[in-house]
């Protein structure tokens, strides 16, 4: 099945690429790969969730908003990639969780990223990750994700 389908099968749609919020591009092909820049869990133009996991956001909600932005970042990836189906396999995804004092929970927030990309795109959505604690994330959002895809 292709990662479209896939798509199609869990009931959801690419979302339009989220405009920047300062001074840079969603993402960029650097030959075979595509990269992008941090997405974060925009939904029609406001984040699903706002606070700190652990302290204002449970870590459930947390992996239900990087699921969003991971999302968010297939479609940028998607639009430079030449369409979903380009994209041949993820390589890498950080997400970036802003953490309460003492949350050590990054790991299972990022599987909400981590099990959306393999959901879509199969094997080819396995990937090496990095799960990083932070102070503070852009617009108050808890979570924010990048990716590296093949195309």
């Known amino acids: 099945m292709t990662a479209s389908a896939n798509l199609a099968g869990l009931g959801l749609e690419l ?22 820049s941090g997405q974060l869990p925009f939904v029609a133009g406001s984040l699903t969730v706002t606070g700190k996991v652990g302290a204002d956001v449970s870590p459930e909600d947390a992996a239900a908003a990087a699921r ?9 990836a998607a639009q430079v990639a030449g369409g979903l189906d380009a994209i041949g396999r993820v390589l890498r995804v ?5 953490s309460a004092p003492g949350f050590t929970g990054q790991p299972a927030v990022a599987n909400g990223a981590s099990l959306l990309l393999q959901e879509v795109f199969g094997d080819a959505g396995v990937h090496v990750r990095s799960a990083v604690g932070v102070a503070e994330l ?3 959002s808890p ?5 590296v895809v093949e195309a």
Request: proline content about 11%.
């Open 15 to 36: 979302p339009p690429v989220a405009v920047p919020v300062a001074a840079y591009v969603p993402a960029t092909r650097v030959g075979t790969q595509v990269w992008t």
């Open 68 to 76: 969003v932005a991971a999302l968010n970042a297939v479609a940028a």
């Open 94 to 98: 950080v997400v970036y969780v802003a």
């Open 138 to 140: 852009p617009l108050g």
């Open 143 to 147: 979570v924010e994700v990048e990716l």
